[in-house]
């Protein structure tokens, strides 16, 4: 059986910075490609950033030059540090993750910027 928890959110004023943690655990035999996703009070969820099995990495433009995805394969864990956070990154974020060939979502976690 697979779990995938999130960690690492919070409140944190306009500017801030926090870094979540996505972290794969029970019969994890291949993990290949990682996905953060976010949703925010009445829209849709969206796709904010992919890193491949091999370290290749993809963002939406909202988040470009402030999010970094990043993994570390021996601890089947894959980060989202977040700098210079504006009030709309609001949402709570969730991680897709790849593991024996199958898709598994977190239970999300809540992220909250303001003042």
């Known amino acids: 059986q697979v779990q995938v928890v999130e960690s690492g959110g919070g409140l944190v004023q306009p500017g801030g910075s926090l870094r979540l943690s996505c972290a794969a655990s029970?019969?994890?035999?291949?993990?290949?490609?990682m996905n953060w996703y976010r949703q925010a009070p009445g829209k849709e969820r969206e796709l904010v950033a992919t890193?491949?099995?091999?370290?290749?990495?993809n963002y939406a433009d909202s988040v470009k030059g402030r999010l970094t995805i990043s993994r570390d394969n021996a601890t089947n864990t894959v980060y989202l540090q977040m700098n210079s956070l504006k009030p709309e990154d609001t949402a709570v974020y969730y991680c897709k993750a790849n593991i024996n060939g199958y898709n598994y979502w977190g239970q999300g976690t809540q992220v909250t910027v303001s003042s």
């Open positions: 029970g019969s994890v035999f291949t993990f290949k490609k």
């Open positions: 890193i491949t099995s091999g370290g290749n990495t």
